[in-house]
């Protein structure tokens, strides 16, 4: 039988039977070493080594290696905790010595006195004695709690309170004997029962007896014993509104009727402490409840380890992935980043872009980390097949969460063949029920868009608009004069909120205006709020607007400028799989760019890109059916590596749906592509400023090997790297990328110059 796979031995050459090896061993360096230099590169080292592990058979045990040496290296570069750590290793190796050694004989056995029986160490007289003793005194305790319990008639809740230990919940509420809860207190509180507490007074037994008279009261409790789902109220302060005690007023273990039972008074503290994202405490007071749900209550534990498992393991791939984070590294996340300065075990301090270094770095710890920040550190350690469930737990509970999201997450967990667990699933649709509907969902009912007016009134108010502004109309005689007024006839159209016909007509102007002064970008604004406001295509409103002023005589400069926008909204329909739209589109660019007689006036920039394009839409619609039969063939062998290279290469460079088709060239026959995407994968996971401009030069460097359609989005690729390593780059570098994105916007990006 084959010896079972030891990634320390494997990998590391570990031979030591200890497992795992101390911090020292595990790096790879003298035992208590104390140079740091030494320290950093050999874990450096090592994780560079264990790391081409990482897309292999043992990916889950490269990753636990990964963060153990991630740990050994936090801990052996901070002096405090170091010296922690090598005192607990010197007294290990003082206690192995002692017991290699045995008891000393003495000198002069004469002086002893006569013979004793030789027992064991363990069985000698006196120590066993001694642990009778200590097991009666324990077994008097438990029998008298018992009694106490059977006399009350409340012996389970007695043995589920022994069972649960010390509790962090502050008792109020009322129930019956065997159903009552308590608010809840601060999680990070570790108050032991009071054996001090008195009985009570005559009087308020008498309030009691009179009170159990009158039969059981309501249950205030924040869940009944049937499993409710806990949001909406996990975003709500249990029990506040009766939270008179103090944290010393804990229950005994003899709690008179009126207190909560173990398993609802821990869970009642864990969620509050994952709320807080308190980890340690919502970790301690789950496993109380775990151990009293053995005797009662243990559907409502069960329901909630569905909650409470994918929220550990999110937190925990926080911990984990701060830990591997480097210094100068770039966090993306939701359009923000920030370059990482230092890391601790559950703290990072980070800073902005170049420009604004000279401000003070901020550091976070897990209970201020921002929403983006804590995603993308979990994202580095989190699995794919369980990383959607630790979200939708994470959204469904934190208070800066939403339950949209969290149902977002759980969907997507179950397309990829992972479905939350009941208590999650309950949990997010009861929270989706109570939570408001967002403003830009009530804004689009409520403004739904207008139709289009008649041919008749569209003509008149065009009509009345034209007399309204003639003498800045018959003013407006250059590109530039027109373009400024249709930005005023834009900005009046958004103030009209009581004619449709005439802030249609108002919109109509300033796009015909916009595309006279050739300003594309004027142009798509003008026709994006035309569709918005109105029952319009935007493609079609576009395509037709551009296709019929291309019959007008236009200057040279502002033909130049409407070729390569319809060259652009041409590729943007390749996109789109809308191939007669950019048919017609390119047509367009081409008789924009060779409109004069003569050569005079000509781009020949744009000239190029609008023939090239015209002859390539055949070959775009090829490539489109080349892809769905390479589809095909991946649906029945995903690891073919000719059908993920068609497919990758469409959906990455004609597409430009860069990350399922950079996860397609993973398996590509390409070698260069291959190692593009490998190169992208790596960045997800973590890079630096530098490490984003190595990649837009790769991507630079390969546009010569690739077919000519497919250059321009490998030009777009390392232009997109260069823009967001810019803000983290100085100097030299800085000037460098500078003049490289200038060249790449000039070349051909057409209307984004």
Known sequence: ??????????????????????????????????????????????????????????????????????????????????????????????????????????????????????????????????A????????????????????????????????????????????????????????????????????????????????KSQGPRPSTEPFPKKFKPPPPRIGATVGDSSSTGSPQNEPTANPPADQPPPVEQSLAAMRKAMRQRNLAAAKRHFAAAERAGLLHDNELVVRWSDIFSPWEEFWEAVRNGILACRDGEILRGEGLSAEVVQRADEAITVRGSAETRKQAATTYNLRTLPNWMALTLADKR?????????????????????????????????????????????????????????????????????????????????????????ARLAQAKNPADKGFLAGDLLDEAKKIEDSPATRFALLALARDLSLAAGEAERFREVTEELCREYELDLVQERTRSLVEAAEERHPAAVRSSLALLAVELALEAVQAEAFETAEQLAKAARQYANMPLGIKGRDPNAIRLATELVERIPWYKEQRDLAVQAEKTLAENPNDAKASHVLGIYDALIKEQWERGLRLLLKSDDATLRSLAEAEQAANRSVTAVEMVKLADDWLASVPSLEAPYQRAARRRALSWYETALPFLSGNARKRVLAEMLKLRTSDTPGRQ
Not at 156 to 176: F, M, N, V
Not at 446 to 463: F, H, I, M, N
Request: hydrophobic letters at 40%; one cysteine or more; aromatic letters at 4%.
């Open 1 to 130: 039988m084959p010896e079972p796979f030891d990634p320390y031995l494997h990998w590391l050459g570990i031979r030591d039977p200890q497992r795992p090896p101390n911090h020292y061993r595990l790096l790879g360096v003298e035992l208590f070493e104390s140079d740091p230099e030494v320290i950093s590169n050999a874990a450096d080292r090592q994780m560079a080594h264990v790391r081409t592990f990482q897309s292999g058979r043992h990916l889950a045990e490269s990753q636990k290696l990964l963060n153990e040496l991630a740990a050994a290296k936090v801990c052996l570069l901070n002096p405090e905790k170091k010296a922690a750590y090598d005192a607990q290793l010197l007294a290990e190796r003082a206690a192995l010595a002692v017991s290699a050694a045995g008891p000393s004989e003495p000198k002069d056995s004469a002086e002893l006195g006569p013979a004793k029986p030789d027992f064991p160490a363990v069985f000698r007289p006196p120590l066993l004695a001694a």
């Open 132 to 211: 009778i003793s200590a097991l009666l005194v324990v077994a008097a305790l438990i029998a008298g709690v018992l009694m106490i319990g059977f006399d009350r008639g409340g012996s389970s809740d007695a043995i589920g309170e022994l069972a649960q230990g010390p509790s962090d919940a502050k008792t109020a509420g009322e129930g019956t004997a065997n159903r009552f809860t308590a608010p809840e207190q601060d999680p990070s509180s570790d108050a032991k029962h009071n054996p001090s507490e008195s009985p009570p007074s005559g009087k308020q037994a008498e309030a009691d007896t009179a009170t």
């Open 382 to 470: 989190l699995s794919e097949k369980t990383g959607c469930l630790a979200k939708a737990a994470f959204f469904l509970v934190d208070p800066d969460g939403d339950p949209r999201q969290a149902a977002a997450w759980c969907e997507q967990a179950r397309q990829r063949g992972s479905p939350p667990g009941a208590g999650l699933a309950a949990a997010v649709e009861e929270a989706l029920a109570a939570a408001p509907p967002p403003k830009h969902v009530e804004t689009a009912v409520s403004k739904p868009r207008l139709p289009v007016p008649d041919g008749a009134t569209l003509q008149a108010e065009k009509a009345r608009l034209r007399e309204t502004h003639r």
